[in-house]
């Protein structure tokens, strides 16, 4: 069924991951500052002093992202129960923009907190330091400055890309196993499509590692590269995903940037099984992150019957949030609760001295990463583990 396509929104950049939106793995309530779950803080040389002001922005690429929006949307409602005032500033993917909307709020004399979704973390070292002086607390989401700010949550993006495609890997094996039909190339490998995002750092992070992760892998290889992130992600990835079934009708494996991307190729498969009469649960994508009410339900169909679509598993990172914070937040699901957006008002409100949160000035926070897949694969990286992708994390794409 073709996807309809969003009015698109040109877009140069944006996260978290989008970013946005958490998966399935650590704890469910984000741990106070001195708990142990952060990196170690800096040396705390900063003489940061909370202006009053009880007004907070989140500083995003895009608000048409609906993981990025999961994360900002919960970390407003959690300082909104403290008395603040949330808005939500579109970048639109400029990353100049986030510098000018940060001179904004110091101008604006009546904003006591930003969250930014960084796109270029030396580009706003100037203005973070003119916020922190003007008593403005500022945390980061999805990237680690070499600079200090209130705090910041980053993930191992790296991580999440070769999480995705050894996700994939044990797939392909345990289904051939069973007796699927999944074609080889004249090399004896099987056929990968891979939609990546090279626009901010992290996305060439975990571009680099999914796509060297395929390079040494015995049993994939990479056969196309194409981009989709952005408000017509969905569209996009469907057109996409139907060109590389049209260039290598082999190709049965897809690695997707985020979940939006996944279940847009998932949709291209779906015809194109149908008019080719093959089964769907010889095709799988997996996506390098999960949090998503419909790619969730999409998943918890597949594991029902693996014939369901072509959704396979997943790579993610976060943590979920319980039965009770949901329906806090949100108890018709419509509107999923981010955990690590608590964790996000966490570290400002802390910083603030507000209500009873407390975090060390200048602490950070890698997310747990985990993947899975429909055979019950567990892969688990938590903070403080040794990182298997450094290699992979350059500023430029490597192939």
């Given at each position: 069924m073709k996807i309809k396509k969003i009015l698109a929104?040109?877009?140069?950049?944006?996260?978290?991951?989008?970013?946005?939106?958490?998966?399935?793995?650590?704890?469910?309530?984000?741990?106070?500052?001195?708990?142990?779950?952060?990196?170690?803080?800096?040396?705390?040389?900063?003489?940061?002093?909370?202006?009053?002001?009880k007004e907070v922005w989140a500083i995003l690429p895009t608000t048409g992202v609906p993981g990025l929006m999961m994360h900002a949307d919960s970390m407003g409602w959690v300082m909104e129960q403290e008395g603040w005032t949330y808005v939500a500033k579109d970048a639109e993917g400029n990353p100049a923009n986030q510098v000018t909307f940060v001179e904004d709020a110091i101008a604006a004399g009546?904003?006591?907190?930003?969250?930014?979704?960084?796109?270029?973390?030396?580009?706003?070292?100037?203005?973070?330091?003119?916020?922190?002086?003007?008593?403005?607390?500022?945390?980061f989401l999805g990237a680690a400055p070499?600079?200090?700010?209130?705090?910041?949550?980053?993930?191992?993006?790296?991580?999440?890309?070769?999480?995705?495609?050894?996700?994939?890997e044990d797939w392909v094996e345990k289904r051939v196993a069973e007796g699927g039909n999944i074609p080889k190339n004249a090399d004896g490998k099987y056929e990968v499509a891979v939609d990546y995002y090279l626009d901010i750092t992290d996305g060439i992070y975990r571009s680099n590692a999914i796509v060297g992760t395929l390079e040494d892998s015995e049993t994939l290889t990479c056969v196309s590269t194409t981009q989709a992130y952005g408000n017509s992600a969905q569209q996009d990835a469907y057109d996409n995903a139907q060109?590389?079934?049209?260039?290598?009708?082999?190709?049965?494996?897809?690695?997707?940037?985020?979940?939006?991307?996944?279940?847009?190729?998932a949709a291209a498969i779906a015809d194109y099984a149908a008019q080719k009469g093959l089964d769907l649960a010889d095709f799988a994508v997996f996506p390098c992150y999960s949090e998503d009410p419909t790619f969730q339900a999409d998943y918890a169909a597949v594991l029902a019957d693996h014939s369901a679509n072509a959704i396979k598993g997943y790579s993610s990172y976060?943590?979920?949030?319980?039965?009770?914070?949901?329906?806090?937040?949100?108890?018709?699901?419509?509107?999923?609760?981010?955990?690590?957006?608590?964790?996000?008002?966490?570290?400002?409100?802390?910083?603030?001295?507000?209500?009873?949160?407390?975090?060390?000035?200048?602490?950070?926070?890698?997310?747990?990463?985990?993947?899975?897949?429909?055979?019950?694969?567990?892969?688990q990286w938590a903070n403080g583990d040794e990182n298997p992708c450094e290699k992979y994390e350059v500023p430029n794409y490597l192939y």
């Open positions: 929104v040109v877009l140069a950049a944006a996260i978290v991951f989008a970013l946005a939106a958490c998966g399935s793995s650590g704890g469910n309530t984000p741990a106070p500052a001195g708990s142990g779950s952060g990196a170690a803080a800096p040396d705390g040389t900063s003489d940061f002093e909370w202006n009053g002001q009546n904003v006591g907190a930003l969250m930014i979704a960084a796109m270029d973390t030396p580009m706003l070292e100037d203005v973070c330091e003119q916020a922190r002086k003007a008593g403005i607390a500022v945390d070499d600079y200090e700010i209130a705090g910041y949550i980053a993930t191992k993006y790296s991580i999440t890309g070769m999480y995705a495609v050894q996700a994939a060109a590389v079934l049209a260039a290598h009708p082999d190709c049965r494996i897809f690695i997707a940037y985020e979940p939006d991307e996944a279940m847009g190729a976060g943590a979920t949030a319980t039965e009770e914070e949901q329906q806090k937040y949100d108890p018709t699901g419509a509107n999923a609760y981010s955990p690590t957006g608590e964790k996000l008002a966490i570290i400002l409100l802390g910083v603030c001295g507000e209500g009873n949160y407390d975090w060390n000035y200048g602490e950070a926070y890698y997310d747990d990463i985990s993947a899975t897949n429909v055979y019950g694969l567990d892969l």
